[in-house]
């Protein structure tokens, strides 16, 4: 008993020498490290390189250190924003994976950011000049585990495939 009241000493100790922006330091280094997880995960998938999709998000992907909102602003330390692109070849068809789920709700129109949620949102710009935006909400909250992130991959295969299916050329048109 004293030996559990000495680690929670200890430990209370630990917790009130934590300066405040090494916790945010901390939390966001977590963050990237759960963003190069998904990355490699699906510059991996074997039907995201079949499909010819770029996994982008190595040098971009992350808020910067000093946003200013092109100087509307003070600075402000924008890396805890993340996400990872894919895009294909002609770049027609675009899907963001956010770390941070941008969120209106419906009723009240408050804008949220939902840290740590995982959404999807896909662009695809279709033939003929039609433009389709939509949002994937999920319940894919990090960390990731191979299954979640199996779930984001296949959500950005089976919206490629609708896009793909949609904008094909009908049977006897010339290509």
């Given at each position: 008993?004293?030996?559990?009241?000495?680690?929670?000493?200890?430990?209370?100790?630990?917790?009130?020498?934590l300066?405040?922006?090494?916790i945010?330091d901390?939390y966001e280094?977590?963050?990237?490290?759960?963003?190069?997880?998904?990355?490699?995960?699906?510059?991996?998938h074997?039907?995201l390189s079949?499909?010819?999709?770029?996994?982008t998000g190595l040098?971009?992907g992350?808020?910067?250190?000093n946003?200013?909102s092109?100087g509307?602003?003070?600075?402000f330390?924008?890396?805890n924003?993340?996400?990872v692109e894919?895009?294909?070849?002609?770049e027609?068809?675009?899907?963001?994976?956010?770390l941070n789920m941008?969120d209106?709700d419906?009723?009240?129109g408050?804008?949220h950011a939902?840290y740590?949620?995982v959404?999807l949102?896909?662009?695809?710009?279709g033939s003929?000049?039609s433009f389709?935006h939509?949002?994937v909400?999920t319940?894919i909250?990090?960390p990731?585990d191979?299954?979640?992130m199996?779930?984001?991959?296949?959500?950005?295969?089976?919206?490629?495939?609708i896009?793909i299916k949609n904008?094909?050329?009908?049977e006897g048109s010339?290509?």
């Open positions: 008993m004293a030996e559990q009241q000495d680690v929670k000493k200890l430990f209370k100790r630990m917790q009130d020498d300066d405040f922006q090494d945010k901390a280094r977590k963050r990237e490290s759960e963003r190069d997880k998904l990355i490699n995960h699906l510059k991996q074997p039907a079949k499909a010819e999709l770029d996994v040098i971009g992350k808020g910067r250190k946003y200013t092109h509307q602003i003070s600075p330390d924008l890396r924003w993340k996400w894919i895009t294909n070849q002609d027609s068809f675009s899907a963001i994976i956010s941008p209106t419906p009723k009240s408050n804008f939902l740590d949620r959404g949102i896909i662009d695809e710009h003929g000049g389709v939509t949002v909400h319940d909250d990090l990731f191979e299954a979640a199996e779930k984001i991959a296949q959500i950005v295969i089976e919206r490629f495939n896009f904008n094909e050329a009908p010339a290509s």
